[in-house]
């Protein structure tokens, strides 16, 4: 997961625990853009596909706020993930209360010639996903999108700012441990980090694409504990696989965190960024 772990599996748990963060983060703006541009065409079924859908997010966030007639198709690599996805989502209703459809399917975004899933999308959307791939993937799904001429709703890639505050002295030391192992291979290539942001802006606007961007940042405090000593924790692991030698700096420094944070004595602020761009002319 982007913001704790270095792994691109991610745990239900923890999918669970980001949601509500997420979800007040978001930047309604762009939901807003997003759901006039779906009511400005013709279909008489808008057709979404969501990236790296996991246990169905994004789509929980989005069903109620787009435009009427939704079919959704979620794509992930866990099936598991995709049918807790799916039952969640049977009670879903668009803005004007009729049932939204879903369909899943279990790819993986790596390996599998995935494009062809996008096939009659007017949207395509993904949520914290983009900072674990390449500019080299980015572009190839910029094409794919621009030859379908879909829209994109791209949300809560991470753009690199963390705030700790109060500061202690480590915080700038380990994150910038972190930063360093977000841009390891996460089983796409080297990845993007906090570049996503930037990439994904310019692979759409190559495309004749207008883009635009707003920030979604993470506000953690006492009242979303659990959610921030996973993510502390989390902070944690990478930055001790990325300095093994420092191993007992980087715990005392998670030990105090996670003790202020529980103790109302912390606030973490992570940057995001989200991204709604739409084909030209």
């Known amino acids: 997961m982007t913001e704790s772990t270095p792994h691109s599996h991610f745990e239900a748990d923890w999918l669970s625990l980001r949601e509500p963060v997420d979800h007040r983060a978001r930047a309604e703006s762009l939901t807003e853009a997003a759901a006039h541009w779906l009511a400005q065409r013709a279909s008489s079924e808008h057709r979404i596909v969501d990236l790296g859908a996991g246990r169905g997010s994004n ?107 109060p500061a202690i002295a480590d915080d700038e030391f380990v994150t910038d441990l972190l930063a360093a192992h977000q841009r390891r291979d996460k089983s796409f290539g080297t990845a993007l980090g906090a570049d996503a942001p930037t990439v994904l802006r310019q692979a759409f606007e190559a495309l004749g694409y207008d883009v635009r961007l707003a920030a979604s940042p993470w506000h953690i405090d006492a009242r979303d504990a659990e959610l921030g000593a996973a993510l502390i924790e989390g902070w944690r692991s990478a930055a001790r696989e990325q300095a093994p030698d420092a191993g007992a700096r980087i715990d005392a420094w998670a030990r105090a965190r996670t003790s202020a944070l529980r103790a109302n004595a912390l606030v973490i602020r992570v940057g995001h960024q989200d991204l709604f761009a739409t084909p030209g002319p």
């Open 59 to 165: 789509l929980r966030y989005l069903a109620s706020r787009l435009a009427r007639s939704q079919h959704w198709r979620l794509i992930d690599h866990d099936p598991a993930l995709l049918g807790a996805a799916q039952r969640d989502g049977a009670t879903l209703v668009d803005p004007a209360g009729a049932p939204i459809t879903i369909e899943t399917d279990t790819l993986d975004l790596n390996h599998a010639r995935f494009e062809a899933g996008l096939d009659g999308a007017e949207l395509v959307t993904a949520s914290a996903l983009f900072d674990l791939v390449t500019r080299k993937w980015i572009e190839r799904l910029a094409r794919a999108c621009a030859d379908r001429s879909a829209a994109v709703l791209f949300v809560l890639s991470i753009d690199g700012c963390i705030d700790l505050t």
